[in-house]
C-alpha cells in the first residue's frame, strides 16, 4: 500500500520564478492538505482540497494556489517566488471526515536563490 | 487562535532512559491531537492520535496521554534507544478550524549510547 508521495523531492529557483509541487495521496484517501515548515519551525497549514474543491486556507497569500484532481491527487503552485519561500512543503492526506488521522509524505525541499 | 507549545525544545537522554515529552494547547476545543515524529530532512510519520473523548493511546514503547481541560499532552517513551533520535512534533485539531492541524515547534530528542 502505497503512502503518500511527493515529487519533486529537491528543487532550486530563482527569485520571481513559478514553481508546481505534486502530491499522490494515500490509497484510499480524498483529502489532501499541504503545509510549509521553515527551518527549526513546525508546520504551517497552507490550504486544504476535498472534492476538488479548496476547503479551508491558512494565512498564506494569493501567490500560493493549489489544485486537487478526480483522482484525488493535488498540486502546490507558487508564482514569484520570494526567498521567505525557502521551505519543506509537505502534503499530507485523510479520509473527509474532520477526526481523520492525517498521514504526511516526505516533503518536497524549495530552495529560492 | 490555538497555540501549541513544546517543553523541552531539545533534550539529550542515555539510552534506556524511561522519558516524557510535553505539550501544551490554549484552547480545548479540540476534535484530535497528533503526535509525529520527524527524522532530519524528512516528512512526518505519525505516532499516535488520540480523539478527544480519549485519555491515552498507546503503540509499542509509546504511549500518549490527553488532559483536554488542562491543555496537556504527554508522550512517554520507555527504555529509549538511539532510533528514537528525532524531533517530535504534537498537533492539535481544533474544532473551529478542523481542517487544519496547528503544530508545536518540537521537541528535538537525542539518545545516546
Known amino acids: 500500500d502505497a503512502g503518500v508521495t511527493q515529487s519533486p523531492t529537491h528543487l532550486i529557483k530563482t527569485r520571481g520564478q513559478q514553481v508546481t509541487l505534486r502530491c499522490s495521496p494515500k490509497?484510499?484517501?480524498?483529502?489532501v492538505s499541504w503545509y510549509q515548515q521553515a527551518l527549526g519551525q513546525g508546520p504551517q497549514f497552507i490550504f486544504q482540497?476535498?472534492?476538488?474543491?479548496?476547503?479551508q486556507r491558512g494565512n498564506f497569500p494569493d501567490r500560493f494556489s493549489g489544485h486537487q484532481f478526480p483522482n484525488y491527487s493535488s498540486e502546490l503552485n507558487v508564482n514569484a517566488l520570494l526567498l521567505g519561500d525557502s521551505a519543506l512543503y509537505l502534503c499530507?492526506?485523510?479520509?473527509?471526515?474532520?477526526?481523520?488521522?492525517?498521514?504526511f509524505g516526505e516533503g518536497s525541499r524549495l530552495t529560492v536563490l | 487562535k490555538q497555540e501549541v507549545t513544546q517543553i523541552p525544545a531539545a533534550l539529550s537522554v542515555p539510552e534506556g532512559e524511561n522519558l516524557v515529552l510535553n505539550c501544551s494547547f490554549t484552547?480545548?476545543?479540540?476534535?484530535?491531537l497528533q503526535w509525529f515524529r520527524q527524522d532530519p530532512g524528512k516528512g512526518l510519520t505519525s505516532l499516535l492520535l488520540?480523539?478527544?473523548?480519549?485519555r491515552e493511546q498507546t503503540s509499542g514503547r509509546l504511549n500518549a496521554s490527553l488532559d483536554k481541560s488542562s491543555g496537556r499532552s504527554t508522550l512517554y517513551i520507555a527504555a529509549s534507544q538511539p532510533g528514537d533520535s528525532a524531533t517530535y512534533l504534537c498537533?492539535?485539531?481544533?474544532?473551529?478550524?478542523?481542517?487544519?492541524?496547528?503544530f508545536g515547534t518540537g521537541t528535538r530528542l537525542q539518545v545516546t549510547l
Open positions: 490509497s484510499g484517501h480524498d483529502t
Open positions: 482540497y476535498y472534492e476538488e474543491e479548496e476547503r
Open positions: 499530507a492526506s485523510s479520509l473527509g471526515g474532520l477526526t481523520g488521522e492525517l498521514f
Open positions: 498537533a492539535v485539531k481544533h474544532t473551529g478550524t478542523a481542517s487544519k492541524l496547528t
Open positions: 484552547d480545548s476545543a479540540i476534535y484530535n
Open positions: 488520540i480523539q478527544s473523548s480519549q
